[in-house]
């Protein structure tokens, strides 16, 4: 290592898991692969695939923080779904799960080189609200302000009118890194339902953590190629509904067979 050159830290962002345990596998083995010990989940870990459950306990092992999503909210909170996919993804689960996933979080922030980093699912306004690819300027901007699902930046460590000025979140399922105004926006994509491409995906940020000194400092997107047939062939053996739409969902991005945008 070059004189005066100091290591830089890595950690790996997953969300939208959504049950597809073949992908979720073959994610963190690349990530463990790379020497990467540090994983934070933006949400969604339920819903849409096969096994929430080990889902769940994978994420439970493997990541230090999980967000709440929109899926890991609705799940949790009403005992009987209004349809039968999801009724089918609540049974799954045991007491525990659901328990795990209605305390999970609205965010979880770190600063990195510099950068202060705000994580959710969603939006700033909740995990339901959610602000696509094709977004205005000002859907853009509102993802770096306060509101009382974020509070204040640093939950007291910082003065109460300090904002983020890089923000990641999930939800969409579809990946892009953009940057204007000195603030960076990321998507994480979906690692178990992505409708960008046939491959499962996830960030890696890479700075100084804990460093409030401006330092180089990263946004990298990774793509895992993983077994696709073999989490359908799963998914069909355990009798899953509308395994067929979620078979279109990860083969040629879908949603629910009809192309219209995912949640």
Request: aromatic letters at 8%; one cysteine or more; proline letters at 5%.
């Amino acid at each position: 290592m070059a004189q005066g050159a100091r290591h830089h830290d890595r950690i790996a962002i997953i969300s939208d898991v959504h049950g597809n345990v073949t992908a979720l596998e073959a994610v963190l083995a690349d990530i463990e692969g790379r020497g990467i010990t540090r994983i934070l989940n933006l949400g969604d870990v339920v819903g849409k695939g096969p096994r929430g459950s080990e889902a769940i306990k994978l994420t439970r092992e493997s990541c230090e923080v999980t967000v709440r999503g929109n899926w890991d909210t609705f799940i949790s909170r009403e005992p009987v779904q209004p349809f039968e996919g999801g009724q089918w993804v609540r049974d799954e689960l045991s007491h525990d799960d659901v328990a795990w996933l209605a305390a999970l979080p609205n965010v979880h922030e770190l600063v990195m080189s510099g950068k202060r980093i705000r994580l959710f699912h969603a939006s700033q306004t909740s995990e339901f609200v959610r602000v696509r690819v094709s977004h205005t300027h000002d859907e853009f901007l509102g993802m770096f302000t306060n509101t009382d699902f974020t509070g204040p930046f640093g939950a007291g460590h910082w003065p109460d009118d300090t904002t983020p000025d890089v923000v990641g979140y999930g939800d969409i399922h579809s990946a892009f890194l953009e940057a204007d105004e000195g603030l960076t926006l990321f998507n994480a994509g979906a690692v178990g339902n992505h409708l960008d491409a046939p491959t499962a995906p996830y960030v890696i940020l890479e700075g100084r953590l804990e460093s409030v000194a401006p330092e180089a400092f990263s946004v990298n997107l990774v793509r895992v190629p993983y077994d696709i047939e073999a989490e359908i062939s799963v998914a069909r053996d355990l009798g899953m509904p509308d395994v067929e739409a979620y078979a279109l969902e990860l083969r040629e991005g879908l949603y629910r067979g009809n192309g219209t945008p995912s949640s």
